[in-house]
């Protein structure tokens, strides 16, 4: 499978870019979304120092066909909304690859995040193209199932070794035993284990988005 980022530049018209643009110090997070076969539907999180303003304007744009607020607090609200014109669902709905949440939204740029076939994204950026989306890609990685980066032994046992508690806090189940349990000599158990935690914690970094370099950012 095929990992992507993806940068979306919102044109004028749904809710969520022009709000956004006219509020750049707020972020909008879609929590939740569900598309129709006309309106959308969605929850969206907004923390921004003026969340009234935010809201009184999100409330009367004509994209907006329905809001109600589920839950607030200082400089932060939760919204479920219905909008007429959900780009972003319509997209993936035609390309058949789901976004992934959360999305997040700041000054008319979307972040999203979408793992699938290639040709299945290939056809979500075809869809941007035709709904008049600008994006970039921010990043694009093959992604592996877990069974294909560890041996069926090594499996077995790190996952015999989380039933019997080995990496709880604090451990219930210390080396030695987990040894007795699944019949192995406790250093062939040891390296198992390490070799098995060696691949998923560097398939883990691996799959974190790339860090930019600060000092190289600067110049």
């Known amino acids: ?9 919102l044109p004028d018209g749904p809710w969520v870019a022009d709000v956004s643009r006219e509020f750049p110090a707020a972020t909008f997070q879609v929590i939740a979304a569900l598309p129709g076969d006309g309106p959308g539907f969605a929850l969206v999180w907004i923390t921004a120092p003026d969340v009234d303003a935010v809201l009184d304007a999100m409330e009367s744009h004509p994209s907006v066909t329905d809001m109600s607020v589920m839950g607030r607090a200082d400089h932060e609200v939760t919204v479920q909304f219905e909008t007429s014109a959900p780009m972003l669902l ?13 999305v997040e ?25 035709e709904l008049g989306l600008n994006f970039r890609v921010k990043y694009i990685q093959e992604r592996l199932q877990a069974s ?25 189940c210390s080396l030695t035993e987990l040894a007795d349990r699944v019949d192995l000599a406790k250093s062939t158990c040891s390296e198992t284990l390490h070799r098995a935690e060696e691949v998923v914690v560097k398939q883990f970094v691996e799959d974190l988005p790339p860090q930019v370099d600060a000092d190289a950012a600067a110049q």
């Open 148 to 172: 294909q980066l560890l041996t069926e032994t090594q499996q077995d046992l790190l996952l015999r070794a989380v039933e019997e508690g080995y990496y709880d806090t604090p451990r219930t």
């Open 105 to 129: 939204i700041e000054n008319g740029d979307a972040t999203i995040d979408v793992t699938g076939a290639h040709d299945r994204l290939s056809e979500l950026g075809r869809q941007f193209d």
């Open 1 to 9: 499978m095929t990992q992507a980022r993806l940068v979306v530049d």
């Open 90 to 102: 319509i997209a993936a709905k035609r390309s058949g690859i789901p976004i992934e949440m959360p």
